[in-house]
């Protein structure tokens, strides 16, 4: 009696979703493909260095249900608890409990700032969407906190650079009444 192999992939990001699309593609039936993930949706992290500049979070997030349903991937969300390497199974942190006789272990890189002295007080990290997003105001324009960008000429008013960086014209892009450029610190806290 022959049985389809099972291949259990843990990890819903680049590396596993390319292994679940690629053993898809070359095995096609031959192999019994599922995908657990611990979100409904895959982040392309690479794309989250716009967000402190006003890009959008919610381009970043792709829903991977309707990719592995097309490809026939089975897919469960949630998070590995245990591998049990002698009997072939993994638990889920909800205690599911599932078979494999191939297990591809690919859940990504986890930051651990703790570990460098003062990082985790001290950084403005970008390292998830939430954090990219809640550094924007010190990131974008001529606003307050710091920053390491050259001196700029800007709307004391509006806060725009002006339309001249070398200082040459005083004058506010946005022709706001009363608007006077002013300059814009490098490191100003």
């Not at 599922?34 to 890009?55: C, E, R, T």
């Not at 920053?147 to 008013?157: D, G, L, N, W």
């Not at 608007?179 to 490098?186: E, L, P, S």
Request: a positive charge; hydrophobic letters at 35%; glycine letters at 8%.
């Amino acid at each position: 009696m022959h049985t389809t192999p099972r291949v259990v992939i843990v990890g819903g990001g680049f590396a596993g979703l390319e292994t679940a699309f690629t053993l898809r593609s070359h095995l096609g039936k031959r192999v019994d493909l599922l995908l657990i993930a611990d979100q409904h949706d895959f982040v392309f992290k690479p794309n989250s260095i716009y967000l402190p500049f006003g890009g959008d979070e919610d381009k970043l997030h792709v829903p991977i249900t309707e990719p592995a349903t097309r490809r026939d991937i089975t897919l469960i969300r949630g998070s590995l608890a245990r591998v049990d390497a002698e009997g072939h199974r993994i638990e889920l942190d909800d205690g599911t409990l599932e078979h494999y006789d191939y297990l591809v272990l690919a859940t990504g890189a986890a930051m651990r700032p703790e570990e460098i002295p003062g990082l985790a007080s001290h950084a403005r990290t970008i390292w998830t969407p939430t954090r990219c997003t809640s550094s924007a105001p010190t990131w974008s324009g001529c606003g307050s906190g710091p920053r390491a960008v050259r001196s700029r000429t800007c709307c004391s008013s509006c806060r725009r650079a002006t339309s001249a960086p070398d200082r040459s014209t005083r004058s506010c892009s946005c022709w706001r009444p009363g608007c006077a450029a002013g300059t814009c610190a490098t490191w100003s806290a």
